[in-house]
Nanobody, 122 residues
């Protein structure tokens, strides 16, 4: 049984940075595509960044050039480096594990983390 635990959220001013971490337990992560999703109250959960089992990455347009997803399979960790944060990045961020090879939409996700809050305000 795979479990995901996020950490690293918090409150920052616009232009600041945060690094989210996702610790994976219960199974190897080599075979999983991994993703970071976010959700604001009353809105749909959306994929922000994904990384497949070969290390290929993808991002939504609004975070390209500012966010970087990475994975360390040996440490069973997935990261999301977020730079130049903006108020509209304020959301609950969720780590996701996907066994199908794709992790871009909610139906792809097999396991969710509990979420970590990111708040960007001055």
């Amino acid at each position: 049984q795979v479990q995901l635990v996020e950490s690293g959220g918090g409150s920052v001013e616009p232009g600041g940075s945060l690094r989210l971490s996702c610790a994976v337990s219960g199974d190897t992560i080599y075979r999983f595509a991994m993703g970071w999703f976010r959700q604001a109250p009353g809105k749909d959960r959306e994929a922000v960044a994904v990384i497949d089992d070969d290390g290929r990455t993808g991002y939504i347009d609004s975070v390209k050039g500012r966010f970087t997803i990475s994975r360390d399979n040996a440490k069973k960790m997935v990261y999301l480096q977020m730079n130049n944060l903006r108020p509209d990045d304020t959301d609950m961020y969720y780590c996701a594990a996907c066994s199908s090879g794709s992790c871009s939409v909610i139906p792809d996700v097999n396991v969710w983390g509990q979420g970590t809050q990111v708040t960007v305000s001055s």
